[in-house]
């Protein structure tokens, strides 16, 4: 888990949320005097995933019956003092941001002997990620309803100074099945808070995702826009604007920003939408667009008619992208994309000693997916010879465990 400090901008809450332990802690993470037991409100169902630093399971209020999710952090994986600071910092950025329609609601937090347990809401639609997989793309007007709901919770995010840092669709929700779904966003295990005028500093989020002055060093809230702006592309064709089959290429990729826009799809999606793509995707921060004023946009605003776009659901081939033979499902399979975070700059595809893995929480879902391709082994290599992540032969993954990571950090 990458560890994201507190600026001295924002006093900590000092109570963060409804937060508890159990009477016999001495010793404590949460630094609460309330107490109880999580067992005692809820019972622990099917396991939905798990990560690096514990498991998520469904959870069902014994009272009310209501059912929700809880992820639960194992004490033991908590090594350093930075990791216990990452827990109550996502867990005070959950609760300065819970209330708004568009994030993940954090309910409770229970401290035991063993375990840091996160009681929140779950979401029945599952991730947009999975939608991604089984419909390729989204139409226009399916796209800007989505991504008007993204950017209305960056922009609260913002506001809060509060940087996101890990905006991809693994991280965005859908709250129900329903075709009309509003989304969530989840996942603030590298959140952190930025002051106005401030450049934080340190690598982290998703190598697709990650803007290209995150990889130099110096990165503040403009970062999300980049991210969300990669997020627009891939609804709208399928495809990420920026792609290598190592996560050094990609990252090579990203610096380059060589941004195109193949015929198909592009020559059936409105100039309007290409032009707020390129705003977003603007290679110098204080150029590129705000949350708000993308928001502002008018493709963002525009409720007429769209072009016809012939099969505009059909999964784009990566052979017409020069991309090699696959499809969405195959090339930005969730494992090629893990979330990390560094104490230092990842320079020219060398990740630096301090690299840490970290594996997400994000599958809040009611019910397990469909199983998926996805790499067998991830290694980083700090010899001579490689510093590159290569992508080796896929796999099947346990539909269940389908956000477990499977690498080796040397």
Known sequence: MAVAKINSSHEPLKQPCNCYRVSSL??????????????????????????????????????????????????????????????????????????????????????????????????????????????????????????????????????????????????????????????????????????????????????????PEVLAGGYNQAADVWSAGVILYVLLSGMPPFWGKTKSRIFDAVRAADLRFPSNPWDHITQSAKELVRGMLCTDPSQRLTAQQVLDNSWMKYDGPYPEEPGQHEKQSCEEWGLGDGSFSTLMVRDHDVSFGTGSPVSHGVLSSTFKCRSSFSSFLAEPSAPRFAPGGFSFHNGDDSNALEIHAPCILNAELCIRQHWSCN
């Open 26 to 211: 001495i010793e404590t993470i949460l630094e609460t005097e309330q107490t109880s037991n999580l067992k005692d409100k809820y019972v622990l169902g099917e396991q939905l995933g798990w990560g690096q630093f514990g498991v998520i399971r469904v959870c069902t209020d014994k009272m009310t019956g209501e059912a929700l999710a809880c992820k639960s952090i194992s004490k033991d994986r908590l090594v350093t003092s930075d990791d216990a600071r990452s827990v109550k910092l996502e867990i005070e950025i959950m609760t300065r941001l819970s209330g708004h329609d568009n994030v993940v609601d954090l309910k409770a937090v229970y401290e035991d002997e063993n375990y840091v347990h996160l009681v929140m809401e779950l979401c029945a639609g599952g991730e947009l990620f999975q939608q991604l997989e089984k419909h390729g793309r989204f139409s226009e007007a399916e796209a800007r309803v989505l991504f008007k709901h993204l950017m209305q919770v960056v922009l609260y995010c913002h506001e809060n100074g509060v940087v996101h840092r890990d905006l991809k669709p693994e991280n965005i929700l859908l709250a129900s099945k329903s075709s009309s779904s509003p989304i969530k966003l989840a996942d603030f295990g590298l959140a952190t808070y930025v002051k106005p005028g401030q450049s934080l500093r340190g690598t982290v989020g998703s190598p697709f995702y990650i803007a």
